[in-house]
């Protein structure tokens, strides 16, 4: 019998030195268990704080967190809103138990602590002066001027200077100087509240014209004193001829004098064009409290009481006192006569920049007056010469009772601005 003969071993294979040789991979058994011969252990799943998000849905948090935290660190370094929210803090009051459950208590509004008025030249700013001079005694805030009269535009290092000296004042203050709009973010101060007057461009023009040559009724040389340099036939000077023979005193760019007030320091708006005009609507719709118009001084000064209470308390009463109009008549310019209908359109049509920025603040003051129930009317104005000047504004109408709004709700939006 013969014997059956074993197939012969595989040779062995030589792995190299050190290099164990690889285990054969075995399933776990079907019945979840370890597998016969050798252990096996379950993979577990990573620890995380929200198990029921995945590991990308969790980096995505985490970025968007990182996002809003940068944002938020941006928007405070650029005068975001911790300013915003310490005034809506001061004006909501310290939340307690007897806020919520006991009677409510008596909100008052912050109240603006920097005030700058960048007075226009003849546009009242002597009477309002005079008025403020009065106010600042009698409520004990700190009323800044200047002794500069005659430089509105300034260089990038002056501005810095004004605003550092603006901006160290003892607070309350309202500083006034004739200065066009200074920008204190740019350099990294606050903001202040601004505020100002403007009056009917053409007025305006004839009465500084006039007030170069022969001054107002505080004193017969003041003038002299304003203008020593101005030759005798310049001081003279028809005005029809001036306008009419297009000498520089009545032409561009020396009547574009309103909107760089409210434009700024930008070389831009000290020409006349859309731009420089774009930017004095926008410069009044965010950074000014209030433009008023002459024509409507007693109103401008009613809405000043209104909204601004710690400076102009009772400043109506005061400009009406016979004493204070005693004072105010002297700065009344002399010796103003009307130019002819003709040099009336052509100066016009010069000024038509002007005049659409007048007729833009014009219309805004009168959407505040009719805020608070003021009438818009024209009564009290001061004489005008009688020319053709299209106007694009009527006369307002009372206010009815559906146009009322919340004026303190409106205060407040303004105050957030």
Not at 176 to 203: A, C, E, K, M, W
Request: charged fraction near 25%.
């Amino acid at each position: 019998m013969k014997q059956q003969q074993l197939p012969a071993s595989p040779p062995p294979k030589h792995f190299g030195a050190g290099c164990p040789e690889p285990r054969p991979h075995v399933a776990p058994a079907s019945s979840g268990g370890p597998a016969h011969g050798m252990g096996w252990r379950r993979r577990r799943r990573p620890f995380s704080l929200l198990p029921f998000l995945s590991l990308r849905d969790y980096g995505f948090c985490m970025a968007a967190l990182l996002l809003f935290c940068l944002g938020s660190l941006f928007y405070q370094l650029n005068g975001g809103p911790p300013h915003f929210l310490l005034d809506l803090r001061h004006y909501l009051g310290n939340s307690t138990y007897l806020d919520d459950h006991g009677p409510a208590p008596c909100k008052v509004l912050p109240f603006p602590s920097q005030v700058v008025y960048n007075r226009v030249g003849k546009c009242g700013s002597r009477t309002v002066v005079l008025l403020l001079r009065i106010l600042s005694e009698r409520h004990g805030f700190n009323l800044v001027t200047s002794d500069i009269h005659n430089k509105t535009r300034l260089t990038k290092n002056e501005q810095m200077e004004l605003i550092k000296n603006i901006s160290t004042a003892e607070q309350p203050y309202l500083f006034t100087r004739h200065v066009h709009f200074l920008n204190f973010s740019r350099f990294g101060g606050d903001q202040p509240v601004y505020i100002n007057i403007i009056r009917d461009p053409i007025n305006r023009f004839l009465s500084n014209y006039f007030f170069r040559r022969f001054g107002d009724w505080r004193g017969e040389q003041n003038h002299m004193i304003r203008t020593p340099n101005m030759r005798q036939e310049e001081r003279y000077l028809d005005i029809n001829v001036c306008i009419l023979e297009n000498y520089p005193e009545c032409s561009n760019p020396r009547l574009f004098y309103i909107i760089p007030y409210f434009c700024g320091q930008h070389p831009k708006c000290r020409e006349p064009g859309e731009w420089a005009l774009e930017r004095a609507k926008m410069n009044v719709n965010e950074n000014f409290l209030l433009v008023g118009i002459l024509e409507e001084l007693e109103d401008v000064l009613l809405l000043l009481e209104r909204f601004l209470p710690h400076y102009f308390k009772d400043v109506v009463s005061i400009y009406k006192n016979p004493e204070h109009r005693k004072l105010g008549n002297l700065t009344v310019t002399v010796k103003k006569t009307v130019p002819s209908t003709e040099s009336i359109q052509i100066l016009y049509q010069r000024m038509r920049y002007e005049y659409e920025f007048y007729y833009y603040v014009k219309e805004q003051f009168h959407l505040l007056k009719r805020k608070f129930g003021l009438r818009s009317s024209n009564g009290n104005s001061s004489p005008r010469p009688e020319f053709a000047i299209p106007s694009p504004l009527e006369t307002e109408e009372p206010v009815t009772e559906d146009e009322e709004q919340d004026d303190e709700k409106w205060l407040e939006d303004i105050y957030k601005r």
